[in-house]
């Protein structure tokens, strides 16, 4: 058996070495950032600051702590519960049969479907359904 050599295209590395940006692009970049901050209040920074923010040097301040809140909550602040209306909500009228309609059966239609039939007339239509 023989190797092969691949080509370029293949590499995992880059074959160009990464420029350094110059100078004069970091001031002019510089410039505008520090214009752009002076806009909105925030902080300006020195141009070794800024360059050390751009290529990732600069130190990452300690994260501040959120302020834990604590409510306290008092007797008066207590949201009322189902719980808590127990017997002041009236009990539901009972329901009863009026006997206005009289149910004969249950037929079964086409793929089981069950239909109640309250009248002759009914049956009568669902028996001659076609499928």
Do not use: C
């Amino acid at each position: 058996m023989t190797m092969h050599l691949l080509g370029p295209q293949f590499t995992t590395n880059n074959t160009k070495k990464a420029k350094n940006k110059k100078l004069q692009d970091y001031t002019l970049d510089w410039k505008q950032y520090n214009k752009q901050m002076r806009k909105i209040g925030a902080k300006e920074k020195t141009l070794d600051e800024y360059i050390d923010y751009r290529t990732g040097k600069m130190k990452l301040s300690k994260k501040k702590q959120p302020v834990r809140i604590i409510n306290e909550q008092t007797e008066n602040s207590k949201i009322p519960s189902f719980g808590d209306l127990v017997g002041t909500i009236p009990a539901k009228p009972e329901k009863q049969y009026s006997g206005e309609r009289k149910l004969l059966g249950i037929a079964t239609t086409h793929k089981s479907n069950l239909v109640p039939v309250f009248s002759e007339q009914d049956a009568k239509d669902v028996a001659s359904m076609r499928r």
